[in-house]
């Protein structure tokens, strides 16, 4: 094992971060504002080499919405009030955005995500998890290069918000929890990286260029070759994290990123987004899976943190649920989809909010994780108030992902997501429950 320490930096600790953030307010907003410029106008020419007219590009998509049930179309349009939809009738659909929970695509429902083993992710503080190859990091920003997308071209992200970056993502299910529970709950106040052999290396990032990391460390600067890493972790208390907004949208693209945007709008063509992070970046339509929007009346339920949680196992150790992760700590991801949130639990597990009045709905997907291969076995459970508002079939590794109907919580003071254990015992009963929301009574959308 190697492990070179960094060298005490007594006061250095601030100066560092404060070097990594803006100082000036008016510049910082200049350099956003053409970082919006530079994003469109290199989105726009990347559109161009995706698609030979916008008749093309535009995607076939279902809305699921709070008042109906789930509405058909081609996206036309995307602003911060409205969805348009395109009948193949050739009507125009609208539909106020106060009133839809997820826009999927549905012209490659049938399309698996790639496997995640295959290229690096870099993962931020907003939440983002980017399947893109870092080409060049300075002591401000991340030049990253999509993996999927190779016509796109590189986009910047600000270095105070990258957590870390694995650059070789194990095969094996169990291993890749492993590799993010050391990225996402690294606490030692130095940068670290990971050799492919085990080896570590503490110190100060200084860069990556020429396909090479560089560490000042105690005996001096160690480079080391970006295909001998396998993963960069940053000092978690030199990370930028910013202030949560409760009007959002989480943006899941056809290669599995997942990214958090306080801003999105298309024409049809592209799309145009603000990350939460504050980073803009266009994509094409064609690149979408899914948009989920969060508000004051649609409640990511991950970000509420349970009353009560309670593990039984039924023979083997006490898994305690993940939230945004499967319970050994890879992505959600449900038959070749990944989930941008959820629950990752075992099978025993009970987890209990108390609510406050105003709450109308709750809404989920559920199903186990492809990490247990089409093992594990169990029975989800909605209780409201003790009592049993939905049960599911006895779901395995190999059944489709289930939706949860609308759960009624008008008058409901608490309720329960519950796993049970069905067929032999809680073996690889990798629960999930994902995109778990939160409703409140809606408005009146009848004239909608």
Not at 66 to 75: F, H, K, T, Y
Not at 180 to 196: A, G, K, P, Q
Not at 216 to 227: N, P
Not at 271 to 278: F, L, Q, R, V, Y
């Amino acid at each position: 094992m190697i492990a070179l320490f960094s060298r005490p930096r007594g006061n250095d600790k601030t100066d560092r971060k404060a070097d990594r953030l803006p100082s000036d307010s008016s510049s910082c907003r200049e350099r956003r504002s053409s970082r919006r410029l530079i994003a469109i106008l290199l989105g726009s020419f990347a559109l161009a080499e995706f698609s030979h007219a916008s008749v093309v590009a535009q995607v076939n998509v279902r809305v699921e919405t709070i008042s109906r049930g789930p509405v058909s179309g081609r996206l036309t349009r995307l602003t911060d009030s409205r969805l348009e939809l395109n009948s193949d009738a050739g009507g125009t659909n609208v539909i106020d955005l106060k009133d839809v929970l997820a826009v999927s695509a549905t012209d490659f429902d049938d399309v698996k995500v790639p496997p995640v083993s295959k290229t690096p992710w870099i993962f931020l503080s907003t939440g983002d998890r980017l399947r893109m190859t870092p080409l060049v990091i300075d002591d401000e920003s991340i030049a990253a290069q999509w993996d999927s997308f190779s016509l796109l071209p590189p986009i910047s992200l600000p270095l105070e918000l990258c957590r870390g970056i694995v650059m070789s993502v194990p095969s094996s299910a169990r291993q890749q929890g492993r590799s993010f529970d050391r990225l996402l709950n690294h606490e030692d106040e130095v940068d670290l990286i990971t050799l492919s052999n085990g080896d570590r290396i503490e110190g100060e990032f200084v860069s990556l260029k020429d396909e090479h990391f560089t560490l000042d460390t105690s005996i001096g600067e160690v480079q080391t070759g970006t295909s001998q890493t396998q993963s960069l972790v940053f000092n978690p208390d030199l990370v930028s994290i910013p202030e949560a907004d409760e009007n959002f949208a989480v943006l899941v693209l056809s290669d599995g990123s997942t990214l958090h945007v306080r801003s999105i709008s298309s024409d049809g063509d592209l799309i145009i987004a603000e990350s939460t992070g504050g980073f803009e970046f266009s994509i094409p339509v064609t690149a979408l899976r899914t948009i989920r929007f969060y508000d004051t009346d649609k409640i990511d339920l991950t970000g509420r943190q349970p009353t009560a949680t309670t593990v039984v196992p039924y023979l083997s150790m006490a898994r305690q649920p993940q939230a945004n992760r499967n319970v050994i700590g890879g992505f959600l991801s449900l038959r070749g989809r990944l989930a941008p949130t959820g629950f990752g639990v075992t099978s025993g597990t009970t987890q209990t909010w108390n609510l406050s009045s105003g709450y109308s709905q709750f809404r989920a997907t559920v199903g186990i994780d492809d990490a247990a291969q089409g093992a594990g076995s169990v029975i989800f459970k909605v209780l409201v108030d003790d009592s049993v508002a939905w049960e599911s079939d006895l779901l395995t590794g190999k059944s489709p992902a289930v939706k949860v109907p609308p759960i009624d919580l008008s008058s409901a003071d608490r309720f329960s997501l519950v796993v049970e254990t069905a067929d032999r015992g809680n073996v690889l009963d990798y629960a999930n429950w994902c995109e778990p929301v939160l409703i409140r009574k809606p408005a009146d959308l009848a004239s909608q």
